[in-house]
């Protein structure tokens, strides 16, 4: 019904920047909250910044001052800019989001992942 495709991961150094997207395609009828999950190898997924539709957000507090999260609901998309990276930012990182549909069903979806690597 609803797919969330991710990119912009790929390799960093320390210090380094990356930006992430996520767009949701397919049969949408509204979009609530949409946030950013990453699993660094062996262990939980966790948080890392979370949006409504009306732009209010949260962040895990290692993403505070470094992370920042957007959307832009006419392309049903949202972003994750990520500065100051460190090697423990390395981990698969999801999107994911909210949907209502038409006929008033709650669901969450998510995306493959990708990975960000960021090297000492």
């Known amino acids: 019904q609803v797919q969330l495709v991710e990119s912009g991961g790929g390799l960093a150094q320390a210090g380094g920047s990356l930006r992430l997207s996520c767009a949701a395609s397919?049969?949408?009828?509204?979009?609530?909250?949409m946030g950013w999950y990453r699993q660094p190898p062996g262990k939980q997924r966790e948080l890392v910044a979370r949006i409504t539709k009306g732009g209010d957000t949260n962040y895990a507090d290692s993403a505070k001052g470094r992370f920042t999260i957007s959307r832009d609901n006419a392309k049903n998309t949202v972003y994750l800019q990520m500065n100051s990276l460190k090697p423990e930012d390395t981990a698969a990182y999801y999107c994911?989001?909210?949907?209502?549909?038409?006929?008033?069903?709650?669901?969450?979806?998510w995306g493959q992942g990708t990975q960000v690597t960021v090297s000492s």
């Open positions: 994911n989001a909210d949907h209502l549909s038409r006929i008033g069903i709650w669901s969450t979806y």
């Open positions: 397919g049969i949408i009828y509204s979009i609530n909250g």
